[in-house]
């Protein structure tokens, strides 16, 4: 139970079993109490609800996106989830695989959104069309994370190579497809390529003033395009652990600043809040367990007391 100095764990912990579904539990569960095989076959049952007939991951995995249907925003959740208990391979794997060879686009890569969610409820910046076009948004999480793994399967090769020729060739750009760079780089087998390429991205973050450096100063930097009021990005969000290659575009003070304002952001009911639009009355119910999850796994890699 949450009680007044407590420890962050300790608050998390009580408003994880106030408000979360079953998988946050689960993980909550197994990344600050239990980290047995126990406890991952727990997350690995939790998630199979999840779990569609044609390998992908539905049902409001990502809580912006409603319905049954499997799509890339679910998959990419999903293998954050298993990577994260160490069981990002075998047989599920192997299925997503082939759900994600079936879905993709002529050039091999993943869409933002497959056509088959028309009909269910969507955030509305996040439109369905019939000829969806390749997105590193996509496609660069679920690269990264299967690289990262060492899963080895035909469909990674041209989506790999997309991901490259998108990473490299980027000039305008905004957080949210900075992170999904970040992400397919952390995980790219060519380090040398990889550290080369997020160099360049790095410039382009401080270019064009993607991350807030100084959290007391947030409300007058600029937003994204299209962002919600407050939808701000921090080093921390860049670079969620020590060894990311995004933790080399911020000095020690920029980030030890960040990683204080992370830890001042819980709220009195022990969540942390979700800085993005809410478009229904159950996402941010759903959001913020995965994001008190995010931010103590981020306090934790980068030593900080929980």
Known sequence: MARSGASHADRAEHFVWLTARVLEQRRFAYHFLDDSDRGADAVETALTAYLGEDGGYGYALEPDLRGPVSQPPHVAHALRVLDGIGRCGGQRVERVCRYLTGISTSDGALPALHPSLRGYPAAPWMPVVDDPPSELLT????????????????????????????????????????????????????????????????????????????????????????????????????????????????????????????????????????????????????????????????????????
């Open 139 to 306: 496609t660069g999480p679920v690269v990264g994370l299967l690289h990262r793994n060492e899963v080895w399967h035909a469909w990674l090769f041209r989506a790999t190579d997309y991901c490259w020729a998108a990473v490299e060739s980027l000039t305008k750009t905004h957080p949210y497809e900075v992170l999904a760079a970040v992400a397919f780089l952390d995980g790219a087998p060519d380090r040398t390529r990889a550290q080369a390429a997020a160099q360049r991205l790095g410039a382009l973050v401080h270019e064009q003033r993607l991350a807030v450096l100084e959290p007391e100063r947030a409300a007058g930097h600029p937003l994204s395009e299209g962002y919600a009021p407050g939808e701000y990005h921090f080093p921390y969000d860049y670079a969620r652990s020590p060894d990311s290659l995004a933790r080399h575009w911020f000095s020690d003070a920029e980030m030890d600043r960040s990683l204080d304002f992370l830890a001042r952001s819980q709220e009195e009911d022990g969540g942390w809040p979700v800085n993005w639009r809410q478009w229904a009355p159950g996402t941010a119910l759903e959001y913020r367990p995965m994001v008190t999850i995010e931010a103590l796994l981020t306090l934790r890699a980068y030593g900080r007391p929980l």
